[in-house]
């Protein structure tokens, strides 16, 4: 298949441009997503490729967009609700929490909700505390929910046409931070493009990458890191400004988890620590530090360790002080390593 | 009032007029106290391992020797220290030096203490042994018990290198130094001797046992209920006390302080025996019958297994170790096809009894299937021919081939 370099705006077009010609049950909702193209261009050209009746614009009213977008599924259509901003998801929490997740169970398998909320996540972009949160915790509590966030455009796309095609809700995480180039946590450097980074090669046509896999995105020995999102680019920057032979594991999907990865990777290196951009405490690190401890506890070298955002709302000034940058995963690595064993 | 007295403990006659005996093992240690009857020590004498309490109970001040040392019949072998409660002035001359002496064997305590609590200390937060949890799998895989092990990390967290002294102690050493000391002494110096000053040579020849194995069988049917079941070696002690008669330079012993051969009568069988303590060689006696009886299949059988399981167990007497004037050593299953033993000095002979197995042979002309089992013995040349070796294994051949004349109770026979 023709592979071509695409950032991640571009790979979740492709995404949707080839399940909206793939399938007539698949339709988009969302604000200013049609006749705009979306604020950060993600649906760009599709209404006027696929008509105003398959590419919707609605109302500020994301209760509204995702009570709608249940009632088109449990209908027969495959819907892709985008909400602007993960910060303004909270309206239509309770849709989410209260009908799509439990649909499946309190219909004994009568009804599944086939929709996919797609939402751009994450700071670093000088968005303050309303365009900036990382909610995907509160959201990977709620059973019934597959929750995911790529790391790059290839894995976007493909993690985008698993989600429509999956018959349960995915609420759909995209680092927003991510989406014209890979950012290593240093904000004063130039930008970086997705043109040229291996995972910036997106093949045009139809693929997936499986839902609940984890991808080692670096093998080490030394200590595992896991990470998803954004992150993911400032660990590997870390461990590079270290030289240490780290492993970093991309989750990829948060729900279902690949404890299997996980496991095999602690169980290897001995040693584990955990970045998130969202807030530390009963964040979803918390989660991975209890499956991870159960799993390898006899291999464990040293507690434990997590990064993640400091436990206060996204600030609207000292981003790079809240922000889990480099230098703050450096010197978590740097004192997991000094743990005697 | 109470007085302390010193007594020492000389070492006592150990029987059948031993006059040395080694020193195998301490049981106790100075400083330690003992009550009477207790084991105090084992010791080896020319035949035996004997274990010797103590005389008294008190604590131990000093002890004669070290394992290896021979010690003399009436020589100090311990001293101990008693306590009595008595009317009256104490000894004084004795408390002084007991007091004395146990002064500084409880500082030597004292030192030997200190140093296990010091090499015992981990300083530890809590209580609790300091590591992590794959350190701790790995004592457990290596069978470490951490409570042993000193951690050097913070807080005396035991860390993976720490193990590495605790598993190389845990690991068998490369090489284990045992000393040649008591019956291991006494055989080896007995075989070097015996290979030294007797000129060997080995002579096999192949017995057909198909028919004594038939008779085994038989016996072994018959036998009592109560009676264990009839090995090959009855028989070929048997065999050899009939056969002996006619071969009195093969029944002998060679007196080299007096340089004369001394012809048996008798004939007094030694079973070379495995023992935990090493090889040994019970005796039975008059297998040709010293009074003109005859041991049968049945008493011979038993005999042998009594003196072997005595030796084996160590509760052998002195004069059921000594005193054959020829020696069978025969491995059973492991006996392998040829062997070539060495004299049980002063004797000049020895048989050796090799596997019994099937094998395709020639028999009355025919190709068949037969019982074969060697003879390897060994004979001193100096004092047996070759001729009469050879003479001797082939009338025992001869009577293990027709073997129903072996249940017979008169010596003879013809």
Not at chain 1, 100 to 123: E, N, V
Not at chain 2, 7 to 33: C, R
Not at chain 2, 139 to 162: C, H, K, N, W, Y
Request: proline share 6%; hydrophobic share 45%; net charge negative.
């Amino acid at each position: 298949m023709i592979a071509r370099s695409m950032n991640m705006v571009q790979a979740l077009n492709s995404a949707m441009d080839i399940m909206l010609a793939r399938d007539p049950a698949v339709v988009l909702l969302g604000e200013d997503i049609g006749y705009f193209g979306g604020v950060f261009r993600v649906t760009d050209g599709l209404q006027k490729k696929f008509g105003a009746h398959r590419v919707l614009d609605t109302p500020i009213a994301e209760g509204g967009i995702v009570g709608a977008a249940i009632g088109m599924a449990v209908n027969g259509l495959r819907p892709v609700a985008e909400i602007q901003f993960a910060d303004y998801i909270y309206p239509a929490y309770d849709q989410m929490v209260s009908e799509l997740a439990r649909l499946r169970y309190r219909s004994a398998a009568a009804f599944t909700a086939p929709l996919t909320i797609r939402t751009p996540c994450g700071g670093g972009i000088r968005g303050g505390q309303t365009h900036s949160q990382s909610p995907e915790g509160v959201f990977a509590h709620v059973s019934g929910l597959k929750v995911v966030m790529p790391s790059n455009p290839y894995d976007a796309k493909g993690l985008l046409i698993a989600s429509i095609e999956d018959d349960d809700p995915v609420v759909f995480f995209e680092p927003k931070r991510l989406y014209n180039g890979p950012f290593d946590g240093e904000p004063d450097k130039p930008a970086q493009s997705w043109s040229g980074h291996p995972q910036g090669e997106v093949p045009e046509g139809y693929f997936t990458v499986p839902i609940g896999k984890a991808a080692v995105v670096r093998a080490g020995g030394a200590l595992s890191i896991i990470t998803y999102g954004t992150m993911v680019h400032v660990c590997l920057a870390a461990v590079a400004a270290l030289g240490i032979d780290a492993e970093v594991v991309d989750l990829r999907s948060m729900v279902p988890l690949d404890t299997e990865t996980l496991t095999a990777s602690v169980s290897k290196t001995g040693r584990c620590l955990i970045v998130h951009e969202a807030t530390g405490f009963a964040g979803f690190g918390a989660e991975l530090v209890a499956q991870i401890q159960q799993r390898c506890f006899w291999h464990l070298e040293a507690p434990i360790a997590r990064v993640a955002g400091w436990d206060t709302p996204y600030p609207h000034a000292f981003e790079w002080e809240y922000f889990p940058g480099k230098q703050r995963v450096v010197r978590a690595i740097e004192r997991l390593m000094a743990e005697a064993a | 009032m109470s007085t302390t007295t010193r007594h020492i403990m000389k070492l006592p006659d150990l029987g059948e007029g031993t006059v040395s005996a080694e020193v195998i093992a301490w049981k106790v240690a100075p400083g330690d106290l003992v009550r009477e009857d207790a084991p105090l020590v084992e010791m080896s004498t020319e035949k035996a391992v004997v274990e010797v309490p103590a005389p008294v109970s008190g604590r131990v001040i000093s002890l004669g020797g070290k394992p290896g040392d021979t010690i003399a019949v009436g020589a100090e072998l311990a001293v101990f220290a008693i306590e009595t409660i008595i009317e009256g002035a104490p000894k004084v001359d004795d408390a002084r030096e007991v007091e004395a002496a146990l002064k500084e064997s409880a500082a030597a305590a004292a030192v030997a203490a200190a140093a296990v609590v010091e090499s015992r200390s981990v300083p530890r937060t809590g209580g609790r042994i300091m590591a992590s949890p794959a350190t701790r799998r790995r004592a457990f895989e290596a069978g470490i018990d951490l409570a042993t092990v000193q951690g050097s990390g913070p807080q005396g967290r035991i860390l993976a290198r720490d193990l590495g002294a605790a598993r190389a102690a845990n690991a068998a050493p490369a090489v284990t130094e045992i000393p040649v000391i008591g019956i291991r002494r006494l055989i080896a110096q007995r075989m070097s001797e015996a290979k030294r000053v007797a000129p060997h040579f080995a002579y096999v020849e192949e017995v057909d046992v198909t028919e004594l194995e038939a008779l085994r069988v038989r016996c072994n049917a018959e036998r009592a209920a109560d009676a264990p079941a009839l090995t090959y070696l009855p028989f070929i002690v048997r065999a050899l006390g009939v056969v002996l008669h006619d071969f009195p330079q093969c029944n002998a012993h060679y007196d080299e302080a007096r340089n004369v051969i001394l012809r048996h009568a008798a004939v007094h069988v030694g079973i070379a025996t495995q023992t935990p303590d090493g090889l040994k060689v019970p005796v039975v006696r008059d297998v040709a019958g010293g009074d003109g009886q005859v041991l049968g299949i049945d008493e011979l059988a038993s005999e042998i297994r009594r003196v072997s399981e005595a030796a084996r167990a160590g509760r052998a007497k002195r004069e059921e170790l000594s005193g054959s004037t020829i020696t069978v050593t025969s491995l059973g299953k492991l006996g392998g096809i040829v062997s070539t033993p060495i004299l049980n000095l002063p004797e000049v002979a020895i048989i050796g009894v090799n596997k019994v197995i099937e094998r395709v042979v020639v028999h009355d002309g025919k190709i068949t299937i037969r019982r074969m089992m060697n003879l390897s013995s060994s004979f001193d040349h100096r004092f047996v021919d070759g001729y009469d070796a050879a003479a001797l294994i082939q009338a025992l051949k001869e009577k293990l081939e027709r073997p129903e004349e072996l249940l017979s109770k008169q010596l003879r026979v013809n």
